[in-house]
């Protein structure tokens, strides 16, 4: 059973999309989170529905029989915190998150609030394990799955 994604990858201007960022931590940090995901996929940034910058894609299948195709990596620079995706799941990185510096996390999302406060060389760590992890092939471990 393929599903449709409602977020997707499109030709949106990603400059165009840092340019309505008004928060000038959220802007600065989107710069940065840019070099680090391109310097860790080989990805050019996308833009995946309104406000998600993507790297690369992955395809993932379910015990379910649930699939499609969803970022490998991505960030959003959201008003209250930059927000970092991690498709396969946040527990999956919780001895590294313990060394990122300030940070909040839910299921799949890393909350960083001003990357000068954290360590961006576990950032970076986190992000490519994560990535490898995804695109290794067809992906069938749902993060809440791991979480338990």
């Known amino acids: 059973m393929a599903t449709d994604n409602k977020t997707r990858p ?8 840092l340019a309505t960022v008004t ?15 391109q310097r860790v996929t080989g990805e050019p940034p996308v833009m995946w529905g309104p406000s998600i910058i993507g790297f690369g894609q992955y395809h993932y299948e379910y015990a ?19 927000t970092v995706y991690l498709p396969d799941g946040t527990a999956a990185h919780q001895e590294l998150l313990d ?9 799949v999302c890393v909350y960083l609030k001003d990357l000068s406060t954290n360590d961006l060389d576990v950032l970076e760590e986190i992000v490519r394990r994560s990535y490898a992890a995804v695109t ?3 992906f ?8 338990s």
Do not use: E
């Not at 928060?23 to 995901?37: E, G, K, N, Q, S």
């Not at 379910?64 to 930059?82: C, H, V």
């Open 10 to 17: 499109h030709d949106g201007d990603v400059d165009a999309f």
């Open 23 to 37: 928060h000038m931590v959220r802007r600065r940090d989107a710069d940065t989170l840019i070099a680090l995901m």
């Open 64 to 82: 379910s029989g649930r699939q499609g195709d969803a970022g490998a990596a991505g960030f959003s620079p959201r008003k209250a915190a930059s």
């Open 99 to 107: 060394r990122l510096g300030p940070h909040t996390t839910s299921l």
């Open 136 to 138: 290794a092939g067809t």
């Open 140 to 147: 069938t471990q749902r993060a809440r799955d791991s979480a």
